[in-house]
Every structure is written in structure tokens, then in C-alpha cells.
């Protein structure tokens, strides 16, 4: 029925100025907004060329899982560059850390992880895979 068409990810942030000062400045990606007063909305475009649609709501709870992963072909520098752009990494008690705060995976996932937050919350990850 839906394999035709191109669907889209959106979610909620408590912020939609600071939001888009985070996607479009601090993580590079190509941020556009749209509508008005309620209604106003961020459309994100990441470089596979999908949209993912961020929009306001007051009540706003993060997410308890991550929204995001950028795939990276070498986590060491996307790390230390989150870091220079003042993004600071996650660390999750059930996980082992290295001192860049990223953890090494064994056989079945990403090689690397290493998440971090937007403004409002939200998980997002960088990732390097096998």
C-alpha cells in the first residue's frame, strides 16, 4: 500500500528557534521553516537527501529513545568535532564509555556509538558501522 510513496520522520521540540540554531548551525544540516505563529514548523535535510519534520509543542516530553543516528565514517573526529561546536556526549550507566564518551559494540551493530542531545532533549547518535 505505502511502498510507493516517500514517507518522512518529524518530532517535537520545546524550542523551534533554539532548534533551528542547533540542526542548521551547530550540526551543518540544511534547515528550512515554514508557517506561521502555532503552526510554524522545521524541515530538516539530511545528506541522503530525507526529511524529517520538527515541530513546537509546549508540553514537550524527550524522547526516551534516539531519534537520529548519523551514520560517520570515523566517530573519533565527529566526536571531537560535536565537542569543538560545544555538544556534549551522553554517557549511559548500562553502557562502557572511553574517555571520548563513544562505545565500542561487539558483532550485530554499529562498530561505534556515541549520542548526545538537541536543545529540547532529544537523543540523537553519531554512529561508525562495521
Not at 540544511?30 to 505563529?37: A, F, L, N, P
Not at 564509555?97 to 537523543?123: L, M, Q
Amino acid at each position: 500500500m505505502f511502498g510507493q510513496t516517500q514517507a518522512f520522520s518529524g518530532f517535537a521540540v520545546d524550542d523551534l528557534d533554539a532548534a533551528r540554531r542547533f540542526y542548521g548551525e551547530t550540526l551543518g544540516l540544511r534547515v528550512e521553516e515554514s508557517g506561521q505563529g502555532d503552526m510554524r514548523m522545521l524541515t530538516l535535510t539530511l545528506g541522503s537527501g530525507a526529511l524529517v519534520f520538527v515541530y513546537p509543542k509546549e508540553t514537550h516530553t524527550p524522547a526516551t529513545f534516539t531519534l537520529l543516528n548519523f551514520p560517520v565514517d570515523d566517530i573519533e573526529s565527529a566526536v571531537d568535532e560535536l565537542r569543538r561546536r560545544g555538544v556534549s556526549l551522553e554517557r549511559y550507566p548500562e553502557f562502557d564509555h572511553d574517555e571520548k564518551g563513544v562505545v565500542r559494540v561487539g558483532d550485530g551493530g554499529p562498530a561505534a556509538i556515541a549520542w548526545f542531545t538537541d536543545p529540547a532533549g532529544n537523543v540523537l547518535s553519531v554512529l561508525q558501522e562495521n
